[in-house]
């Protein structure tokens, strides 16, 4: 019976391992498509792209694709401007986000739960409905800047960052998170005599860490590939990001090693900053059930 | 010495910054951002325009071709176009009725023998040119024509609809190649109403009456509409072409290849397959039976409508209509000149060149896209409609379909500013 047992467990093992295995696969089949893709000439991508060949390193590999397509675009302004616009959009909508739900977490206020129920609503709104009113709306908006006080903020990285600090999705996760830690730890520290900010920077945040991370992935996600909103408020090329950017690699004749040698490029700092971040964001998806 | 040497180079610093300060700026947007040799022919002729005057300075700002009118239009709603656009030729009747550009103000002399296609007018008043036109043929192989005993079309006989369907029999028995024609069904977009509306209009169709444009009753769905959808879904369903599933490479690169014995391309692909198929040729359209027609009408300059300085937009578009520019975009990046003048210095469209047949196919076979606002939408309806009918769709449901969506867009749209 025992040995029975056992040799259930041991299929059961080999059953589970080739079903993450295939899983692997599926996912990791695209990425190594477009690496390999990337080192071959135009000719031989389009011939291997009907054989096992497209995802094998073979033939005439060379590192051709890259020196074109930093030859063809600016792609280290593109990647600059990216993650300057994502890296400060991230900081400024943990900080902001994660002070909206302390609020609505731990302090008593008025309309409180109707003010996060319309936050919460907005999660159901397309950007692309909010769009066109939004464009109309900070191509008027003033700010204050080295020549003093001036009139739309297009062309700007202001006008890539701001509008997307504040969001309902990062709100909610904090506010979830939030609401699960132990009500004890504040009051203890209220008791002590701490002020509502003390407790939020020296009580909550420290224990946020896997919320701060997943809240940090997702936005750093939704950043980075923006397409649509800098497509229609920067028309200058020296604040363009790498997802506009990419349209400079569609021509009559596509150079479809250049487009795969652009994205491996750009895809370098999401890796990194999954990287970087994973066991947070593991841990976090374990606790709310919140995925990307 | 010295201080006669400070104060001349003070004087001609301040000569300098006066003469700098004295060109007005000129904002320019161009579709062209990404393709190194287009970028450097419109930049030269930018800086040879700003270093030849002093009055105007244009500043260039370049953009993604597959984004750009989306960059424009959200340009226009935002206030921030700049004086100089440049315009495909099919959408610069919505542009202009969108109170997006101004008509050009150039002396009439600088677009005399200008291809058809190259000019753009709506509303009776000349709204855009272009530097160069675009045209599609068919590509073949002389071996083949020879081998199967065809007759070679000629712009002044060209195919009947019987002799090209004899020409695909022909390929299809063969048994070479895997279709006997490629029509580039793996491209979408503008391709569709660009390349097949013209086989449309040869059975005697069109997208919308061109006698109104308030309606496509009658054309989009007549007996000619019909006849051309059911030659159309036949052409799919007894496989003589890839339908849209077609794998963009092999859109590409398969005639190169041998995958196809025909393909229905543009003149911008002509380059590359001069060189992989030594006895290629690229034949006129075939008469349907009401002419054999093609597409016109590419990227053009225009002025904006909130352009405070108009003459100096149109300075410069007036300076770039020089067959030298015309002639350096075609050797550049293989597209027609724009006049037999510029055609006759370039390396491929000259007397004898080996693209030659293509200035003859823009001048004789070119018909634009419908001009009007509504084309935008138009194109949309048709390129579906076209899509489906391919697959398998009934063909006059599909086409009385579109003209609904095609006349339900007008009406939305007062008309687009025509009379009906």
Redesign the interface.
Known sequence: MAMVSAENRGLRLAVRYAVLTLVAIIFIFPLLFMVMSSLKPQ?QL?AD?SSLRAFLPVGDISLQNYTDAF???PVVTFMINSVLVTGITVLLSLAVCSLAAFSFAFLEWKGRGVILSVILATLIIPFETIA?PL??MV?QLPWIGWNGLEF?W?NTYRVQIIPWVADGLTIFLFVQYFRDLPRELIEAARVEGATWFQVYWRVVMPLAGPVIATAAILKFLVMYNQYLWP???V???SVRPVM???????????AWGEVMAYLTVITLPVLAFYLVLQRAFIASIASTGVKG | MARKTLLLTTALGLGWAASAQAQTEIGMWYHGAGNEVESAIITRIVDDFNAGQSDWMVTLESFPQNSYNDSVVAGALAGNLPCILDVDGPVMPNWAWSGYMQPLAIDASLIEGYLPGTLGYWDGELYSVGLWDAAVALYARQSDLDAWGLRTPTLAEPWTQEEFMAALDAARADGRYEYALDLGMAWTGEWYPYAFSPFLQSFGGDIIDRETYTSADGVLNGDAALAFGEWWQMLFAEGYAPGTSQDPADRDSGFNEGKYAFAWNGNWAAVPTLGAVEDVVFLPAPDFGNGPTIGAGSWQFGVSATCETPEGANAFIAHALQDEYLAAFSDGIGLIPSTPGAAAMTENYAEGGPLEVFFGLSAEQALVRPVTPGYVVAAQVFEAALANIANGADVADELDAAVDAIEADIERNQGYGHDG
């Open positions: 000719a389009l792209t030859r063809r675009a066109i464009l109309l191509s739309g297009l497509l229609i408020v028309q200058q090329e506009v950017g990419l349209g400079y690699f569609f021509q009559l004749n596509t």
